[in-house]
């Protein structure tokens, strides 16, 4: 029998079995497309990308910069395979999402260590070491595994946005730019609206009609992190315009002014033939989008390889539950990972599973557990998991305002920032010497 159990071939699975595997352990990887697949999953390869193909933004002093720069310090096959795969994003670490799932399913597949059962576990063993890493949108009898285990769970809703080639992109009426001329102008493709188009946009985008949800997802909230724009939009005329439409930064070549309102394209593949609509994660039934997004000048003629679509994501009670190494404190040998512990996006998830799967593997050779300093984002994310102090629980990406202020104050906010993450480094450094 194989040493470990890994049950989900998520970003956090893969991260979790690819740890064990270095330790020198046998690892069975459960993941259960394609027998099964949730609603938001399509593709049979492991580590797929649902939501969008931006793994957020890449200098090291951003918080999302300096969450991979420690991941990448740890040995992340996500990371790695994100780097073989990028494509032009500005200042955010971007992947052609096919490519990426591609090259982390051929690695795991061709890992001696781990084998990849392709069936789906309903039920968590106690009798061997399992971190479990089945995601949000675990099946229905795992979730009542897992409920029973852990005593409930929240919900929260997530949604992804719609994709179009770029071929059917109007570009008379579009221009590439990143905001303050960051990165190159192949970047974004910027699709601007004047006042008397972003007025008629807005108005047959919150009268559209949604698609109907599913029984078990409805009377639940909708997450922050991941608001659909026409929710988002019923909050007011202008929420959008300073959101995800915000013109900021931007200037359009053929009128030499800013517009009114700017929707940002991000190129979907490293061919550049198809592009996402940043921010316009959607619940509009698909001939609502259609509709409704042609109405934008560029988008006129617009070809939506994908529409956006809405799922229920849930997450347990980490606090309480999970230890910092995200090991159970009533399971000692049962590890959680991704975001059903209560960490938000990508990289977040896969740094889970990196950390559970180290962990476990510290466990079984009887050395003791490796939580990273505070000052790290990793250390941030792993107190967070498993010491927040809220009354309402909620999940939580990588940001500075979870690390411990600097000593010094520092007025500068590219300053302050370049030395949060110059500490941040200095504290993974002398962490992983100690070990």
Not at 350 to 378: C, D, I, W, Y
Request: aromatic share 8%; net charge negative.
């Amino acid at each position: 029998m194989n040493d470990c159990l890994v049950i989900g071939g998520g970003l956090a699975g893969v991260e979790a079995a690819a740890q064990l595997s270095k330790a020198g352990y046998k690892v069975t990887l459960a993941e259960m497309k394609p027998v099964r697949f949730s609603p938001a999953h399509k593709s049979e390869n492991l580590a797929e990308l649902v939501c969008s193909n931006s793994l957020k933004a890449e200098r090291l002093a951003s918080a999302a910069g300096l969450l991979k720069h420690e991941m990448s310090m740890l040995g992340s096959v996500c990371v790695e395979a994100a780097m073989q795969c990028r494509v032009p994003a500005g200042g955010a670490l971007a992947v052609d999402r096919d490519l990426f799932s591609q090259i982390i399913t051929e690695r795991i597949e061709h890992d001696p260590h781990i084998t990849v059962l392709r069936e789906e576990i309903t039920e968590i063993p106690t009798d061997r070491p399992v971190i479990v890493a089945a995601g949000p949108l675990a099946s229905e009898a795992l979730s009542e595994s897992i409920r029973g285990l852990c005593g409930g769970f929240l919900s929260f809703f997530d949604a992804a946005a719609p994709i179009v080639t770029a071929e059917s992109i109007d570009m008379d009426s579009a221009f590439g730019a990143s905001r303050y001329d960051r990165g190159g102008d192949e970047d974004y493709i910027n699709c601007p609206m004047n006042k008397a188009e972003y007025e008629a946009f807005y108005e047959a985008l919150v009268s559209a009609e949604r698609a109907q949800l599913h029984e078990f997802e409805k009377g639940r909230d909708i997450y922050e992190g991941c608001m659909p724009i026409e929710v988002m939009a019923q909050r007011g005329a202008d929420t959008i315009r300073y959101g995800p439409l915000k013109p900021v930064g931007l200037r359009d070549p053929h009128t030499g002014h800013r517009p009114w309102a700017v929707l940002q394209l991000r190129r979907e593949n490293a061919a550049g033939t198809l592009y996402n609509l940043v921010g316009f994660q959607t619940n509009l039934k698909f001939s609502e989008q259609k509709r409704v997004f042609s109405m934008i000048p560029a988008l006129r003629h617009a070809e939506f390889v994908r529409y956006g679509v809405m799922h229920r994501n849930t997450f347990i009670q980490s606090p309480g539950i999970l230890d910092a190494d995200f090991s159970m404190k009533a399971h000692p040998l049962i590890y959680f990972a991704g975001q059903i512990t209560g960490v938000e996006g990508y990289m977040e998830s896969a740094a889970s599973g990196l950390l559970a799967g180290l962990n476990l593997a510290r466990r079984l050779a009887g050395k003791a557990p490796f939580v990273p300093p505070e000052q790290t984002m990793l250390g941030a994310l792993c107190r967070h998991v498993s010491a927040s102090q809220s009354k309402n629980f909620q999940p939580m990406g990588a940001n500075f305002g979870i690390l411990p202020q600097l000593p010094q104050k520092i007025r500068d906010k590219k300053l302050r920032y370049e030395a949060i993450a110059a500490r941040g480094v200095q504290a993974m450094e002398q962490a992983i010497a100690e070990i």
